[in-house]
């Protein structure tokens, strides 16, 4: 067995800062969302998804996939979407099992709606603070990060396959 590779001081300030920041974004996004629309940040991203869908609809499972969220967690997301008229489940021609999340006219209305007191909360809270080379090199390691936690062959554990 070998010994733990320990983070240093300098790499445990920065993760604990990394924590802090990550935690207080997503607090002031939810807040944001939650006094402007009545839902968590995750409802927004997924109704965002669904605009972007070609006709304006995925299949569960692919939108789980994007949203690297469990089926389960996804299920209880969309029946709440529904229950607000945004979003509506339907059955998938080509598979009796499936189905697919469509955004309503409702739904497409909140989000117009939405939108712009999103895009400032996210420039006033990130964006705003950054100069553009910090923005790109941000970018660049969120990318790096996320590339290598990317799981991959058939026995990965992937949230939306749960």
């Known amino acids: ?34 006094r402007d629309a009545g839902m968590p940040h995750l409802y927004y991203a997924l109704l965002v998804q669904l605009s972007q869908a070609p006709r304006r609809r995925l299949r569960m499972t692919e939108l789980a996939k994007d949203a690297k969220i469990t089926r389960s967690r996804l299920s209880h997301a969309i029946a709440r979407l529904e229950k607000n008229g945004w979003v509506a489940r339907e059955t998938c021609p080509s598979d009796k099992r499936g189905q697919f999340a469509a955004l309503t006219d409702e739904g497409a209305e909140v989000l117009r709606r939405t939108a712009p007191g999103h895009v400032g909360a996210v420039r006033q809270a990130l964006f705003d603070r950054l100069t553009p080379e910090q923005a790109e090199q941000l970018g660049a390691i969120m990318r790096s990060v996320a590339e290598g936690l990317q799981p991959e062959g058939p026995d990965a554990d992937l949230p939306w396959l749960r």
């Open 1 to 34: 067995m070998t010994e733990p590779r320990w983070l240093s001081d300098e790499e445990q300030c920065v993760w604990r800062s990394y924590l802090h920041a990550t935690t207080l974004l997503e607090d002031h996004l939810d807040r944001q969302l939650q």
